[in-house]
């Protein structure tokens, strides 16, 4: 297992930006694929991206495509995600989620190391 914490979250204006970071430890981080999921009140949890061990390949719903990219620093174990053009649908708790695998599947049963989330509010 590995052990996930998220930060970065907050409030911000339709149109803001902010930079999720999420700090891992146990196993070897850069071994494993990396992915940011959210869940918005009374939704099910959806795939927001997913990036593969090396940095090199990167998926994205498309929800958040063009405006949200993934990125990691394997040797600062962190993945971030920088949020760009936010808008009021992208208010949700945000998860940082460790794969079994090494590769940028976006399928959440691959997904089996989880952070306690961290709060995007975004409003006017």
């Known amino acids: 297992q590995v052990q996930l914490v998220e930060s970065g979250g907050g409030l911000v204006q339709p149109g803001g930006s902010l930079r999720l970071s999420c700090a891992a430890s146990g196993r070897t981080f850069s071994n494993n694929g990396m992915g940011w999921f959210r869940q918005a009140p009374k939704k099910e949890r959806e795939f927001v991206a997913t990036?593969?061990?090396?940095?090199?390949?990167?998926y994205y719903a498309d929800s958040v495509s063009g405006r949200f990219t993934i990125s990691r620093d394997n040797a600062k174990n962190t993945v971030f995600l920088q949020m760009n053009n936010l808008k009021p649908e992208d208010t949700a708790v945000y998860y940082c989620?460790?794969?079994?695998?090494?590769?940028?599947?976006?399928?959440?049963?691959?997904?089996?190391?989880w952070g306690q989330g961290t709060q995007v509010t975004v409003s006017s």
């Open positions: 989620a460790a794969s079994e695998y090494a590769s940028a599947a976006p399928q959440r049963k691959v997904f089996t190391s």
């Open positions: 990036i593969d061990w090396s940095g090199t390949s990167r």
